[in-house]
């Protein structure tokens, strides 16, 4: 099979290797003279991004670099970057990156026009009716991982720094007008890296399929997505330069963000404040947590479980089986089975907590949670207890 295609689902999608090159000619499809490409302080100095410069320049693109982009971006970022694009007369965001910097460079194309502080237009109710549509920079998404699938996603996650929470700013139109993806960008990724960004991967497409609510298409991206995590993530972290694998993975990542317009669930609830308040890889967090969230709503999702365990091929197609794949595939690709090995502990629990329950992916979780039982889980993977 010829992994090559042009996608036009959710959005316009390069898809395949060596496709970065089109970079010139995908500015101009998007109406894009002059970006501002927004990245982070490590692919700023990569020969990827110097390249990604040649072929702007050499298509009559002239772009600027905005790098001061945080592992978990903060609103300080966005408003540097903000800064930096109206400094720059410049009139569309190249975001390049993992998920950090596709959110800050859609969170600064989204604020360009808009008069309201960013905090009003956080995915809440209608807010993101106050903003000003015709004020929005037109995006163009460059993913360098294969975990988030922030570039086929209408938001963007910024940590507030007075509260230290993390928190969603949403328009439709925050939606990039082009996408490239291309694995080879990814290629020599760091094993460590890639098992982090395939489990947020992993965990966006599981906790759309889980959630309560009625949509079917995004169920079955979500189970298909589950499938080629199950058939390639371990490849691609055993071998950066697997280049099928590598597509593979990037594929499931972008079918992860469009499946979770579903909802997700007390998996991301529960990362997020731990993201916020020690920094950690979002994806790694979410795999820490998986296993945990799924005990904790097998009385919900255990026939949906094991319906999705016979699609995938497991020889034990039950809840239990499913569990234990994901344990061991856990296991396989190094990620920590507790809080407590991935270095967090629970000095600041009812901190945690009390975050969690009010975080808005909490509502989309197929058992309710609450105060008590997000302590309990808290605890639950802090000290490695698997109540089933």
Known sequence: MKLTGNWNYPTNVRFGAGRVAEIAEACAA????????VTDLFLAAQPMTARMLDLLAAGAIEAR???AVRPNPTETNVAEGLAAFRAGA?????????GSALD??????????????????EDIGDWWKRANPSGIAPILAVPTTAGTGSEVGRAGVITNEATHTKKVIFHP?????????????????PPKVTAGTGMDALAHCLEAYCAPFYHPLADGIAVEGIRLVKENLAAAVKDGTDIAARSHMMAAAAMGATAFQKGLGAIHSLSHPVGALYDTHHGMTNAVFMPYVLAFNRPAIADKIARLAAWMGLEDASFAGFLDWTLALQREI???HTLKDFGVGLD???EMTTMAIVDPTAGGNPVPLDERSAR????AAYEGTLRL
Do not use: H, N
């Not at 410049?90 to 993992?98: F, K, N, Q, S, T």
């Not at 194309?109 to 808009?114: D, E, L, S, T, V």
């Open 348 to 350: 600041r629990l009812e």
């Open 65 to 67: 670099v905005f790098s």
């Open 30 to 37: 998007a109406g894009i003279k002059r970006p501002l490409l």
């Open 173 to 189: 139109r925050m939606m990039p007008a082009v996408v490239i993806c291309d694995p080879e960008l990814t290629v020599g990724l």
């Open 104 to 121: 800050c460079g859609k969170v600064v194309a989204f604020m360009a026009g808009q008069a309201r502080p960013m905090w009003d237009f």
């Open 376 to 379: 309990e889980l808290y605890s």
């Open 334 to 336: 190094g990620v920590p």
């Open 90 to 98: 410049r009139d569309g965001v190249i975001a390049l990156g993992g």
